[in-house]
Nanobody, 114 residues
Framework: QVKIVESGGGLVQPGGSLTLSCTASGYPFSDFAMAWYRQAPGKERVEIASIGTIRDLQTYDESVKGRFTASRDNAKNTAYLQMNNLQPGETTVYLC???????WGKGTQVTVSA
């Protein structure tokens, strides 16, 4: 049974940093790229970053490029998203999902507020 669990969200002040974790099980973790998304209530899910399986190739949406860094530790079946200089408009739920699957966790809430 596949399980995806995001964690690391919380309350952070504007300009602050958080590192999210995405721990997966039930499928060959290292064989799949991992994508990160955020989804505001009533809005479509938006992919913001990903990390691949070959040389850990990363992609970023323009909105987070230079501030967010995706990484992975295949030995721990965990992907990470380091987020710096967070802004209030980035308050929402963050999710991860292995590419080319329909495996999803419940997400983790990030709140950026003074």
């Amino acid at each position: 049974q596949v399980k995806i669990v995001e964690s690391g969200g919380g309350l952070v002040q504007p300009g602050g940093s958080l590192t999210l974790s995405c721990t997966a099980s039930g499928y060959p973790f290292s064989d799949f790229a991992m994508a990160w998304y955020r989804q505001a209530p009533g809005k479509e899910r938006v992919e913001i970053a990903s990390i691949g399986t070959i040389r850990d190739l990363q992609t970023y949406d323009e909105s987070v490029k230079g501030r967010f860094t995706a990484s992975r530790d295949n030995a721990k079946n965990t992907a990470y998203l380091q987020m710096n200089n967070l802004q209030p408009g980035e308050t929402t739920v963050y999710l991860c999902s292995p590419r080319k699957t329909n495996f999803w966790g419940k997400g983790t809430q990030v709140t950026v507020s003074a």
